[in-house]
């Protein structure tokens, strides 16, 4: 065993194929009882936003019309299919396998934060196992780390709180007056579907900003293809403050002609009431807070490799703390495409011959 990926999502699945294809030997250790991480916890009717044709890892292809979006079940059959082939292939894949810590080996772990990391990592299994490797890359996604932005008023409301996380179907709250906190895809998607069986509206800190799904009669990919925009270096690109959402004018005429509203962020919940920024107040069942997620990185707490915020300290995926940790599935990781199932693969290949760097340096110091 020289290297050790946390999570077995879309990033830690094409980390291990980028060290298997480098000649090195992964072992992959994924929390729940199966593979692909957050996707089978996605709600029910989720589609991707690009083509199939945009959307596999390094070595297999998605199938099927390569011009459709795909379902999120199609999702997980295809990751189910690629982490099959990846141990077809030698890697160890081990499921129900959560990592709780990790911490590094030898004298230089013998302190709270210390970098040298020369004796390598220690990962820690809630079983109570210890796995030892001299490389380690979490890619453990971040949907366990839901964003809950604070909400005035929100200890004293008498109506539900949830995130995106928790929601699968309109199904429990059909009849219900919900309002859905959020700019971005999923919120708008979520919103729509709610307000077919539900009074919705949506709201905003900033108007909704749309993108055509497909300029000129070609999906949005075609061109971030063609154009290279994909793999622009991510400092190159200014960063959005919210992603905007592709639409083939769907959801531009549910805000237009209904059934969907859009209306100016809340300024606090009271009792059962939202209160808006006009000063106005009505009832409200449900709020939903479709606010993204931030990277869920615990089992690092003690190693001294995350900021404040809970941030990985890092270059382009490579801990800028610990010799042998990188990094995978983080946004803007390294270009406008690293957190997405077309673009993961190449920042695992980059990773990758980073960490093959320090293993060979690793092991000359060993005298191996």
Not at 142 to 166: I, K, N
Not at 174 to 190: E, F, K, L, Y
Not at 256 to 262: F, N, S, T, V, Y
């Amino acid at each position: 065993m020289n290297t050790i990926v946390v999570g077995g999502g879309q990033a830690g699945l094409a980390a291990t194929r980028a060290l298997l294809d480098a000649g090195l030997t992964p072992t992959l250790l994924e929390a729940t009882g199966q593979v692909t991480g957050s996707w089978r916890r996605y709600y029910d009717s989720l589609t991707l936003f690009s083509p199939a044709r945009y959307s596999s890892l390094p070595g297999l292809a998605f199938g099927g019309d390569p011009d459709r979006y795909p379902h999120r079940d199609e999702v997980v059959d295809y990751l189910t299919r690629y982490a099959r082939d990846l141990g077809r292939g030698g890697a160890e894949i081990r499921t129900g396998a959560r990592v709780v810590a990790i911490e590094l080996n030898g004298p230089a772990g013998a302190h709270r934060g210390a970098r040298d990391g020369g004796g390598g990592f220690a990962v820690h299994l809630a079983d109570g196992s210890t796995l030892n490797a001299p490389a380690v890359i979490a890619a453990s996604g971040s949907f366990d780390r839901p964003h809950l932005p604070l909400l005035p008023g929100r200890d004293g409301f008498t109506g539900e709180v949830l995130h995106a996380a928790a929601y699968t179907s309109p199904l429990p709250y059909a009849g219900r007056r919900v309002v859905v906190v959020g700019a971005g895809n999923s919120a708008v998607q979520i919103a729509c579907e709610l307000a077919e069986t539900s009074t919705v509206t949506l709201a905003t800190r900033t108007p909704i900003r749309f993108v055509d799904q497909r300029p000129l009669g070609r999906d949005l990919h075609f061109w971030f293809t063609v154009t290279g925009f994909d793999r622009l270096p991510a400092r190159l690109v200014t960063t959005p403050p919210t992603v905007p959402v592709l639409d083939e004018g769907t959801y531009r005429r549910a805000l237009r002609d209904g059934p969907l509203e859009r209306r100016p962020m809340f300024t606090r919940l009271d009792g059962d009431d939202v209160v808006w920024a006009d000063g106005s107040r009505e009832p409200v069942d449900v709020v939903l807070l479709a606010t993204g997620y931030r990277p869920s990185l615990d089992y690092l707490d003690g190693l001294g490799a995350l900021d404040g915020r809970g941030h990985p300290r890092h270059d382009r995926g490579l801990s800028t703390t610990h010799p042998g940790l990188g990094f995978l599935g983080l946004e803007w990781q390294r270009t406008p495409a690293s957190n997405t199932l077309r673009g993961v693969g190449r920042d695992a290949r980059h990773l990758t011959r980073k960490l093959k760097a320090h293993l060979g340096a690793h092991r000359f110091r060993a005298g191996v």
